[in-house]
């Protein structure tokens, strides 16, 4: 067994988690969609994959050890949904990286590794995305251990997981064998997705590792290996990274500067570059239960099932069914004499699909944004950084929303040039903005805001405020909001 000096007796400086947060989980929907995706998700219990990811990075401190506040890296549209995820679990982060558009994750890692040399000398970079799942999390910790102190050596740490059976969806990586137990093994090279057959055959030969997307490494190692195989992306990031500007913990490269950087993965900007190469890359398994909960079926895998194999979350009845996943968001879904089907309901959208097939619900968002539907991107209730809102009816001219504000928030001071409204106060109370008079409404009041008219609803109180909202007019559409002040930045 490989023996490792405790982290708290290295001779590293800090530590830096960095919680890489971008994608959509497309393959996820109609769950996981543009606005809400899927690492902010509670799939698996009661916390989500960001909130887990965060949690385990943290834990890895301890009182003797360096540990820096993890940075997020995530998408500027979702950067209340993760710093209000970290408050709810009393996580405090260093920054929030915020990238403009999505390029990929070398852009996002190598902003998180210019702020870490920015905070630091060289520190220690844990890379992970978040939206994986892990269920031994002593596991993960040792594994991550071993990681820390190779990396401490100069060495690119990746963590692999051993594969048990030939999927397709996940890249390989191939390992020198080793007699030692819990050694790093050398990584002889990175393989993309394979085929099915590829894959029977990899499983067969042993040596291949599933790639976790996990990497452990010095900042200054990860500048270096970039420059010498992207350049390009190296430069393009410095200028985005020059251009920055800060409020509070929101860190925003320069946006121009940003949408120039070529869209690369870690793994080809430089990993599969780095085996033969000047840049040691060593990989350590990983055998903590680990999935990445790509698709439906790998979330079947890994929830508690009944004696017939069903994974049932929310109001569900069956009877003569098997190996069914279904997940009843608002309403009783009941199955009956059916096999490996995929049920997944929420309150605009239903998803039926067969187990074997589901990475191809990708191919319906595909259909839904190109027909510019909004339930390829929103959900129904939409959270916002005041609180939500829920459309609950619309016709020609109308929609009704029940709106909930959180106490001592604010809407935008705003206008609509197509819509007028009427409020209804049905818990809480509402302080309101209408023209050049602010008014106090109370439960069961009411207002009328006329189209044109600037306005901000906001709640003064302690508790939350409700309110229903009518609107009326030729045009109903969210991009008809002229935003005049904001309390959080939004344009």
């Known amino acids: 067994m490989a023996i490792h000096t405790p ?5 590293f400086s800090t530590i830096q988690p960095v919680i890489i947060c971008g994608g959509s989980g497309t393959r996820l929907w109609p769950l996981s969609r543009a606005g809400f995706p899927k690492q902010f998700l509670c799939l698996t219990g009661r916390e989500s994959l960001f909130q887990l990811a965060a949690k385990r990075l943290v834990a890895l401190g301890g009182d003797s050890v360096k540990m820096a506040k993890p940075f997020v890296v995530s998408n500027e549209d979702h950067r209340f949904l993760a710093t209000e995820q970290l408050r ?52 993960f910790t040792s594994a991550m251990q071993n990681a820390i102190h190779e990396a401490g050596h100069g060495t690119i740490v990746i963590l692999g997981i051993a594969a048990d059976r030939p999927e397709t969806g996940y890249g390989y990586i191939q390992a020198e064998a080793s007699d030692a137990k819990d050694a790093p093994l050398i990584v002889k090279r990175f393989v993309e ?3 099915a057959a590829t894959a029977q055959t990899y499983l067969e030969e042993g040596g291949y590792f599933w790639n976790a997307g996990m990497f452990v490494l010095k900042a200054s190692v990860w500048l270096k290996a970039l420059e010498l195989f992207r350049p ?3 430069q393009a990031t410095r200028r985005a990274w020059a251009a920055r500007t800060l409020d509070a913990q929101f860190v925003r490269p320069g946006a121009m500067e940003f949408a120039e950087i070529p869209a690369e993965s870690i793994d080809y900007a430089v990993m599969e570059h780095c085996p033969g190469s000047i840049f040691p890359i060593k990989m350590v398994p990983l055998d903590a239960g680990w999935n990445d909960l790509g ?27 098997s190996n069914t996943l279904v997940h009843a968001s608002s309403r009783l879904v009941s199955l009956v004499g059916v096999e ?6 929420t309150s605009d959208a239903v998803l039926v699909a067969d187990r074997l097939h589901c990475q191809d619900v990708k191919c319906i968002v595909n259909v839904l944004s190109g027909q510019n539907r909004e339930e390829h991107a929103l959900h129904r209730k939409v959270h916002r950084p005041w609180g939500w809102y829920d459309s609950i009816d619309e016709g020609e001219r109308f929609k009704v929303k029940r709106i909930m504000v959180n106490p001592k928030a604010s809407l935008s001071l705003q206008k609509h040039h197509h819509r007028a409204e009427h409020w209804i106060v049905v818990k809480g109370t509402a302080e309101i903005t209408n023209g050049d008079k602010v008014i106090l409404l109370s439960e069961n009041q009411s207002t009328y805001i006329p189209l044109g008219a600037t306005h901000r609803l906001a709640n003064p109180g302690t508790i939350p405020l409700e309110i229903i909202e009518v609107q009326s007019g030729s045009y109903l559409g969210e991009d008809d909001i002229v935003r005049i002040q904001d309390t959080y930045g939004r344009s």
């Open 7 to 11: 982290l708290s007796e290295m001779s």
């Open 88 to 139: 709810e679990i009393a996580v405090e982060f260093g920054a929030a990286l915020l990238e403009p558009v999505g390029r990929n994750t070398a852009p996002a890692l190598t902003l998180a590794a210019l702020a870490a040399a920015d905070a630091d000398d060289d520190p220690i970079l844990i890379v992970t995305p978040a939206d994986q799942t892990v269920t031994n999390s002593a596991a």
């Open 193 to 195: 997705k394979p085929d």
């Open 232 to 234: 390009d992306i190296l």
């Open 295 to 321: 698709a439906w079926d790998a979330v079947w895998q890994v929830l508690p099932k009944d004696d017939e194999g069903n994974a049932h979350i929310g109001d569900v009845l069956t009877t003569n069914s």
């Open 340 to 345: 490996n089907l995929i049920v997944v309901e």
